[in-house]
């Protein structure tokens, strides 16, 4: 069992950062086993997709539309990953939760993220 609890988030204007955070915690073969940890957002009306993600060993891969804005990083030994996003838009507005992968697939409980113009 792995448990996720996100900081950060909030409200922002066009144009600025945010940063969130992500930290696991359970067993020791539970955090060994993580694999992929990443972010996914959910706007109103509009199904869950993936922002962000980084296996262990540190590939990442971004979706279209935050690449070149957003970073992603992990810290294996802490257990924690963590979403730099500038230049942030208003179409930036969602919900975003942290995820990590095993076996299974753990999520935390969201965190809000809104943009305004």
């Known amino acids: 069992q792995v448990r996720l609890v996100e900081s950060g988030g909030g409200l922002v204007q066009t144009g600025g950062s945010l940063r969130l955070s992500c930290a696991a915690s359970?067993?020791?073969?539970?955090?060994?086993?993580?694999?992929?940890m990443g972010w996914y957002r959910q706007a109103p009306g509009k199904q869950r997709e993936l922002v962000a993600d980084?296996?262990?060993?540190?590939?990442?891969d971004y979706a279209d539309s935050v690449k070149g804005r957003f970073t992603i990083a992990r810290d294996n030994a802490k257990n924690t990953v963590v979403l730099q996003m500038n230049n942030l838009k208003p179409e930036d507005t969602a919900v975003y939760y942290c995820?990590?992968?095993?076996?299974?697939?753990?999520w935390g409980q969201g965190t809000q993220v809104t943009v305004s113009a």
């Open positions: 995820n990590a992968r095993t076996a299974n697939t753990y």
């Open positions: 359970g067993s020791i073969y539970s955090m060994y086993n993580i694999n992929t």
């Open positions: 980084i296996t262990k060993v540190g590939t990442t």
